[in-house]
Structures are given as structure tokens and as C-alpha cells.
């Protein structure tokens, strides 16, 4: 009876979230073992490589939109002539949405010409160094990234980022975060043009990766290019990072590990719903 009360809570609260539940196992250990994996190879004489996306998977993009959110709210012609723009100070970080949209509902502004005018000025800023370099770090992600060098293992940071727009702030970012940056330890590949699509650039990249040695370990936020890095690399241990993902329906696939950041506490179940979790 229990057991069924509990099958029925999960159902409705799938319903009332307009998603689908689905049990995941957590398993912390498993970060330790791609260290344990590059140690091993290493022993062997052999390269190891981990792959990790930059954006929600090691540091935070709702934390970037929230400084630019609150940079809006703080223009004095803005509040005049939108007075509902106050309400962005009462934001936080873990109310950014993937959806600039939804995340006006979520503190009640419904006002199409205040939303156009943010989404115009985040625009402006959200993909440019300016704004990247001040990036916040995932919860432990810097340790778990130096104990993988410690291991013997390359640092591979496969970003959806454009070179031009990018490059200078997400390295200066990469050194404020204390993140492996040095080439005999980590390779940054960025797209060389902001118009490519992210997935068909990260795919076009995984023989380059490929080349550098074993991959053992990929990272990701998104789920479609977290299982076209599991397909091009079926040995690697999968991570998905659970953060915030784009509106794309794709789902991890079964053997995936999640995790929240670096220090997650296991889990055992998810909800999963369309741009954010
Ligand atoms: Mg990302």
C-alpha cells in the first residue's frame, strides 16, 4: 500500500509538472573512479582525456544572466519606464531560466515590451568575455579538475563558446577559477564562428579529442551533446551535470551518472521537465 501511494505521488507530481519521472542512480563514487581510471593509465604509460563543456557544467550562465538582469533593473530610464523592473532585484540565482520568459513569470512580470527591452540588453552581454570572465565556479569543480591532473589525465574543455567573442574572457576566467589552464594540462577548443551549431561543432571535434588519448570521462548539461560525446565514446563514464539544459527533448541515456556540482549528495529519482529541472 505504501509502495503504491508512493508510485501514485510521483505520477502526479510528473503530471503536475508536465514531465516524466524516471529513477537515476547516483553513485558519488564514480567520480572517483575516472581519477582512479587516469592513475591506472598512467601507470601503464598510457594518456588519459576527460572531456567537459564549460557552460552549467563547471560554472554557472544563471549566475552570468542574474548580474546582467540586475545591471538592467539598475538603469534609472528602465525603472521610469518600466516600474516593474524592480521586481528583477528580488531575483535569484536558482530562479534563471534557460527561458528568459519564464524566468519573468516566475516573479510575476508579464509585460512583452519589458521583455523584449531585457532580452535585448542580455543579448548585448551574455556572450561576450566582459561578462564570461566573471563567471562563478561550480560547487568543488576546481579540486575534482586538479585531482584528474594530479592523475595523469588531459583536461579537454569542449565549449559551445565562439573564439572571437569569447576566447579572452573565458581564459581569464579559466585562471580567476583556479582551473587547470596550462597547454601541458588542458586544451580550451572553441567554435571559430558564433554561427555554428554547438552539437555539430562538439561532434566535429571528438576525433581531435580522440587523437590526445583514452577518453575516460565526459561532462555535460545538455543532454543531445552529452549522448553524441557517449556514442563517439561508448568506454567513457558519462556525467551529466544538472543544472540548467536548453528546451531540446533529448534525455541522458541509461548509465548516465548525475550529479547537481562537484560535491553532489547521492540521489536516487529526478524530475525532468522541459528547460530546467
Ligand atoms: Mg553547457
New binding site residues.
Partial sequence: MKLLKSIALVALTSVAMGSTAFANSFNANELSQIIEQARELKAQGKLSVVLF?????LVSTQERSLRILKEFASQAEIQNAFPDSLKLFSLKETDINYELALTFRKIGIENAELLKAASAFWAQRFFTSTYCSKDKALSGSADYLHQLIEAGAKVVYLT?RDAPGMELGTRANLVRNHFPHHPSQALLMMKPDKSIDDLVFKTQAFSQVAEMGEVIGVF???PA?LNAMTKAFPKAKAVFVDTIHSPKPDRPVEGTIWIKNYQSKPTNQRQMCSGIF
Fill in positions: 563543456d564549460l557552460d552549467d557544467t559551445g555535460e548539461n545538455e551533446n
